[in-house]
């Protein structure tokens, strides 16, 4: 897939976008910076409102080119170094979401299925709405 990042963008657009090619993954962003198999606190997370321009310094725009084999770190890192935004993915579990930190080495097609898995397992009744819920 293809994320065009612009300036112009809320981070929700970016959210979904990228949701709708990994329906069982979702972008939280983040106020700060996180390494490698690290996971970042709630309290840090940004408002799906925000606009891209209202959480960096860096202001080009460009495209990110994201496909299923491209480990969790390798997309966090790209976020971070070429548009200067700090990104976690998240992974639908059975409760909810859950920051994939412990996992970063694996990849998003794995991570997704992993989702998947945990959706289809979930009793009836109860939410699967990304927007609703957060980690």
Not at 3 to 28: A, M, R, T
Not at 51 to 72: A, F, K, Q, Y
Request: glycine share 6%; aromatic share 8%; with cysteine.
């Amino acid at each position: 897939m293809l994320l065009v990042i612009n300036d112009h963008k809320s981070l929700g657009l970016l959210q979904q976008e990228f949701s709708s090619n990994y329906p069982f993954l979702k972008l939280s962003f983040y106020d700060k910076p996180h390494g490698i198999l690290e996971a970042t606190e709630k309290s840090h997370q940004l408002s799906a409102r925000m606009l891209v321009r209202e959480v960096r310094n860096l202001h080009h725009s460009g495209t990110l080119t994201i496909n299923p084999d491209d480990t969790v770190y390798s997309i966090e890192r790209a976020f971070r170094d070429r548009f200067n935004l700090n990104v976690q993915v998240c992974r639908r579990n059975t409760f909810g979401w859950v920051q994939t930190s412990g996992s970063d080495l694996v990849t998003l097609g794995e991570q997704n299925e992993i989702g998947r898995t945990a959706v289809e397992k979930k009793s009836p009744g109860t939410r699967n709405d990304f927007l609703d819920d957060e980690y």
